[in-house]
């Protein structure tokens, strides 16, 4: 997890990244953003970066200057074997207009 105030509002939202629980391959990750709220309430979901239904797995997360960075795992196609990810992206989203806005990634490299 990273904390930071993403949307410049003066109070920190939390990232989260969580594995899901599989008995056996690499299981994918889920990337949210979590905000406390006004009140004293239980913390809620506000945006979801990553669903686990696009079986990625995230190797790096971080929050620097409203920006949430992280280093995705993933695959080239539905044949490669859930146990060896062959594909690396490295993203940032940013809070513009409302929204968590993923940057065009770089090209995915092999790895």
Known sequence: QAVGDLDGDGRPETVAAVHCDAPMGTPPDGVYVLTQGDGAGPARVVA????????????????????????LL???SPDVPACCPDLEDSVKWQWKNGAFLRSAPAQAHRV
């Open 74 to 76: 993933g695959y080239s």
């Open 48 to 71: 979801t970066l990553v669903d686990p239904e696009d079986r990625t797995t995230v190797t790096s997360l971080a929050v620097r200057d409203e920006t949430v960075t992280a280093t």
